[in-house]
């Protein structure tokens, strides 16, 4: 009894002499719920390239895969099936009005119910969550408060059947939304916060005018817009996974550079309080991603 006792002294002496606590700071925790990255149809659908993106995703604390949803085909469900059996969640990105809507498209019911039948495929392959993008009105639509209440209409019609199907709705809105309603596009948090599950805030640096500015301070860009976003929501608690970018288009980074772009980007996001993030690369290039997440672990966001 007494041996037990001592080596029982011995541990608890050495935990504490532990260098982490010494230096007054807990051992690291994951400091987001969602991880994830965007992946186009074509890429999902190249076996040895998928099987890639998921070792690393795993590596380094990567959660979920966005996937590009347009049409039913037996490849794609056995790519979904694929991320599934190797632990990773699936959300399929479904574009509502390509390049945002005229006013025929966003009130053409038969519109709402074709994008509905590959929500519905969605939610068969496993699916917990599905994203809506572009839904909202051409940027070239007449400023009105009105396309606000149309598109909140769509939202209705897709979380009722979202939900009674099982799973949750995300919508993608512009992160200008942070700083209040939209009127030509027709996103209006406020508004549309009782209609959704989840809001995906695009804070892209390079989408904000004047872009030098904002170039120069993506910490900023990103954690005004997205506080902006939950203000705006109230007390609707919409957990919020913010869209975040690997590089700004507009102006030439080096590695390590864009490394502290994509740092300051998180550390927005933790913050800000938001749920978690989806990195966005259009060609769905995740090296420097990975690669950074490898070199500060649960502490890229600092």
């Not at 790519?79 to 699936?90: D, T």
């Not at 496993?126 to 149309?150: E, F, M």
């Amino acid at each position: 009894m007494h041996t037990h006792l001592v080596a029982l002294v011995a541990s608890i002496l050495l935990f504490l002499a532990s260098p982490a606590l010494a230096e007054g700071t807990a051992p690291a925790t994951k400091p987001f719920r969602t991880q994830g990255i965007y992946l186009q149809h074509y890429t999902a659908m190249t076996p040895n390239r998928l099987e890639r993106l998921i070792d690393n995703a795993l590596d380094v604390g990567v959660d979920t895969f966005v996937v590009d949803l347009t049409s039913r085909t037996n490849n794609y469900k056995k790519a979904i099936a694929r991320i599934q059996e190797r632990g990773l969640k699936y959300v399929p990105r479904i574009v509502m009005f390509a390049d945002g809507g005229n006013r025929e498209q966003v009130h053409d019911r038969t519109v709402w119910e074709d994008r509905w039948r590959l929500a519905q495929y969605a939610l068969e392959l496993g699916a917990k969550d599905v994203q809506l993008d572009y839904i909202r009105y051409s940027s070239k639509t007449s400023a009105s408060p009105q396309n606000a209440l149309d598109i909140r209409e769509v939202l209705r019609f897709f979380k009722k059947r979202v939900n009674d199907g099982g799973g949750r709705l995300q919508i993608d809105v512009f992160g200008e939304v942070g700083y209040g309603p939209s009127v030509h596009i027709g996103q209006d948090m406020s508004l549309f916060a009782a209609e959704i599950d989840t809001v995906c805030p695009m804070v892209y640096p390079s989408h904000y005018e004047p872009y030098e500015e904002h170039f120069r301070q993506p910490y900023e860009t990103v954690h005004s817009s997205l506080v902006g976003i939950q203000k705006q929501m109230g007390q609707s608690r919409v957990p919020v996974l913010a869209y975040i970018e690997l590089s700004n288009h507009r102006f030439k980074l080096t590695t390590e550079e864009r490394v502290e772009y994509i740092r300051a980007q998180l550390r927005a996001v933790r913050e800000a309080k938001a749920e978690g993030w989806y990195a966005w690369s259009a060609g769905n290039r995740y090296d420097i991603l990975f690669d950074l997440l490898r070199r500060y672990r649960d502490n890229a966001a600092t």
